[in-house]
């Protein structure tokens, strides 16, 4: 397993599509950062509209913890589309290029084989989250400094600047847990469906169904669906942080990993490669 593992991770570093991925991503930092250079007092300006009539508020209030913000909101789409290009490629490539059978015919179990790349999914998910994190904040606190954040969740909430650092850091490392889902999820729909364009349209399907879902009501089964889970990191920024539906959603985000990981190896194992 562990020089699987090291051989997986090597032909992912040699393949471009994964640097293309990682370029796309820092050149998407860059448009929110240029944005928010360009049009940054506008968005403040638009939060305080009724509040600076009755206050004087003075400081930074445009500085690298609010650009960060920013740049939360705006990748949890775009990010996880990119991840799930590139993750599900470690399936269909193989599928495609049919080295998929020329593995197996050595003495490699098939299950030992699709554990491979779901770690590897993993593994790599950390390190593009790593890397984003490093670069946003580099360009956020070097172009925009620091100062208090102030955000609008459920009210008007703001934040001095060493407690909006620790929020943004746990809303990262929520976000980290559900771009591993996504990960996992892609190579399971990869296992599926074999076929590099369909797994491509199929996850950009998953993830605009998940985006449009999250703002339906589903009742007393609201706190169980998939779709609810995914802007778990927006809690870090209410006020109070309700921790027992963060450590629920958590959990409960786990458990789908487990489950899609099961289910996709389950079926590599039971299908025909050929």
Known sequence: MIALIRAELYMVFRQKRTYYGLAAILIIELFIMAGAWFQGNDIIDMILENLSQNFYLEGNLLNGHLVLYIVLNALWFNLPLIIMIIVSGFVTNEYKDKTLQTVLLQAVRKQDYILSKYIIAIIFTLIVLSLL????????????????????????????????????????????????????????????????????????????????????DFGSADSWFLPKLVDTWQYFFHYEIPWPAVHHNHILLLCYTLVFMGFGTFLFVKKDIG
């Open 133 to 216: 994190m490093a670069s946003a904040s580099l360009l956020a606190y070097g172009i925009f400094g620091q100062g208090d954040l102030i955000v609008y969740i459920n009210g008007l909430n703001f934040y001095e600047s060493n407690e909006a650092f620790r929020r943004i850091g746990m809303a990262f490392m929520s976000g980290t847990l559900l771009m591993i889902f996504y990960s996992v999820t892609s190579i399971t729909i990869a296992v599926v469906f074999k076929e590099m364009t369909i797994t491509w349209i199929l996850c950009a399907l998953f993830l605009i169904l998940n985006t449009l879902l999250l703002k339906i």
